[in-house]
């Protein structure tokens, strides 16, 4: 998976400083106004896993889920940032 494929497929795909940015595709974006301007780099971690960061303030998580239900990837098994929630153990008193 390449970031330059992920770009092209969602549109308006140029490469600035070394890495691919593409329209955001949170259909939030912009007030649901959508990404007119690309501000969504897309960058490919050294495990092969793709990032995304939108300058438009989507976080990666809302951008990830989009692009998964646009079926963009196709990698099967895409690492997701793990959240990890602090639940505490039941605390015995
Ligand atoms: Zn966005």
Redesign the pocket.
Known sequence: MQAEQIAKQLGNAKKANGQWVAS?P?PG?GKGNG?KNP??SIDINEQGVPLFH?H?G?SQED?FQTIRELHLLRTHGTARPTRQHQTDTAQRL
């Open positions: 955001c949170v974006h990404d501000s969504l939108c438009g989507c951008v």
